[in-house]
């Protein structure tokens, strides 16, 4: 069992950044491949970024490369997401995940999900 707490949400101005912070319980974190997904208002839950257990190579969906980097420190249970040249449409409530035996862009694909942390951009 995993349970992840999302943290450092809030209101920014659209070309600024703000980190997220995913803190999960469980001796077996390093075990798991992380996701970061996001749901705006009205809208399906999509996927923003992913990094394996090995904190390797990474994946990003189209609309966040080169903005946005996913990173993780298993001595500290820790995945974040930096997220810099924020834009309005980045508006959304952000959510991580975690995986065991998958690594991918697909919700169904995570077996535990935190509570969520809303961002909001304004132009």
């Known amino acids: 069992q995993v349970q992840l707490v999302e943290s450092g949400g809030g209101l920014v101005q659209a070309g600024g950044s703000l980190r997220l912070s995913c803190a999960a319980s469980g001796r077996t974190f390093s075990s798991y491949a992380m996701g970061w997904f996001r749901q705006a208002l009205g809208k399906e839950r999509e996927f923003v970024a992913a990094i394996p257990w090995s904190g390797g190579s990474t994946y990003y969906t189209d609309s966040v490369k080169g903005r946005f980097t996913i990173s993780r420190d298993n001595a500290k249970n820790t995945v974040y997401l930096q997220m810099n040249s924020l834009k309005p449409e980045d508006t959304a409530v952000y959510y991580c995940?975690?995986?065991?035996?998958?690594?991918?862009?697909?919700?169904?694909?995570?077996?535990?999900w935190g509570q969520g942390t809303q961002v909001t951009v304004s132009s």
């Open positions: 995940a975690a995986a065991l035996g998958y690594y991918g862009r697909g919700v169904s694909g995570y077996d535990y």
